[in-house]
């Protein structure tokens, strides 16, 4: 059964900060991950999508990293700012079921 | 309208009250799923409907019950809900549901805060 763990639950980190977010997945057949992000009470807006088949994908001051074999992807978030904060979610798309699964999250704050 | 919108986005409910949350996309997509978001929990898959017949039910209990009567709406009527029940449900679509066949992107609503009482 696929598991979705992300590191760490909570961030907190002064405005200007470049910062990680972790994810990590059990079962290594999927077709992507996908970073998503989502502000209090809202849906989800996508980050990025990474294919199974590529190592990265940057847009703007972000960037995701996917290493397949060791069940392991990164967020990269540069210069981060006050408006980066919210609550950024890791899902795979399963292979075997073509379900997206998804982490618990990592809430982001980003003091002035 | 465009993409994926859900009423009511708020909804506070008694257990004995009968309610149902609507979904509605304009993507002209042919699958359509409901998540549910319970605090400090991964995001749920609930059902999933494919050309307006359900394919997955992710052993939801029966006081949750949805309905898909064209590839743009769907609903999810609840009654004798639980007030463990309370959390952000989320409606997505996509363009097709092909199991593990093939990738198929998902496109969410906004999502209907739910508590209840």
């Known amino acids: 059964k696929q598991e979705v763990t992300q590191i760490p639950a909570a961030l907190s980190v002064p405005e200007g900060e470049n910062l990680v977010l972790n994810c990590s997945f059990t079962d290594s057949a999927i077709y992507n991950l996908q970073w998503f992000r989502q502000d209090p009470g809202k849906g989800l807006t996508s980050l990025l999508l990474?294919?199974?088949?590529?190592r990265e994908q940057t847009s703007g001051r972000l960037n995701a990293s996917l290493d397949k074999s060791s069940g392991r992807s990164t967020l990269y978030i540069a210069a981060s700012q006050p408006g980066d904060s919210a609550t950024y979610l890791c899902?795979?798309?399963?292979?075997?079921?073509?379900?997206?699964?998804f982490g618990q999250g990592t809430t982001l704050q980003v003091k002035p | 309208e465009t993409g994926v919108t859900q009423t009511p986005r708020h909804l506070v409910m008694g257990m004995t009250n009968k309610k149902s949350l609507k979904c509605e996309q304009h993507?002209?997509?042919?699958?359509m799923y409901w998540y549910k978001q319970s605090a400090k929990k991964p995001l749920e898959l609930m059902f999933v409907?494919?050309?307006?017949?359900?394919?997955e039910n992710n052993s939801v209990p029966s006081r949750f019950s949805p309905e898909c009567p064209n590839s743009s709406h769907l609903f999810l009527h609840l009654h004798t809900l639980q007030p463990e029940d309370s959390a952000l449900y989320l409606c997505?679509?996509?363009?097709?549901?092909?199991?593990?066949?093939?990738?198929?992107?998902?496109?969410f609503g906004p999502g209907t805060r739910l508590t209840v009482l």
């Open positions: 409907y494919s050309l307006e017949e359900r394919v």
């Open positions: 899902a795979v798309f399963s292979s075997n079921t073509g379900k997206l699964i």
């Open positions: 990474i294919q199974s088949s590529q």
């Open positions: 997505a679509s996509s363009q097709d549901w092909a199991g593990g066949a093939s990738y198929n992107e998902q496109f």
């Open positions: 993507l002209g997509h042919n699958a």
